[in-house]
């Protein structure tokens, strides 16, 4: 693989592990019985975005699949060439 899709991967992956640490931030924050009525409105607000966590999970998931497709028809590829 490209180094420049090695960087893809890794930002993707980067991007995924921040926004599941986002969220379970917010949770524990609205959990945690601490939070103004405002502050507890504006988390609300904020964790009405999880189907955008959800769309880069996804697009995580679609990265690997395409990696371990690729790599199949490598050695694929490979095989057919020996």
Do not use: C
Not at 14 to 36: H, I, K
Not at 63 to 82: F, L, P, V
């Amino acid at each position: 693989m490209s180094e420049e899709w090695d960087e893809v991967v890794h930002e993707v992956n980067l991007m995924v592990q921040r926004l599941w640490a986002f969220r379970d931030d917010l949770w524990a924050a609205e959990n945690s019985g601490a939070l103004t009525a405002l502050q507890g409105e504006f988390v609300k607000w904020i964790g009405a975005w999880v189907p955008d966590f959800t769309a880069a999970l996804e697009t995580a998931v679609r990265i690997e699949q395409y990696m371990t497709n690729s790599a199949k028809d490598e050695t694929a590829e490979e095989g057919a060439t020996e």
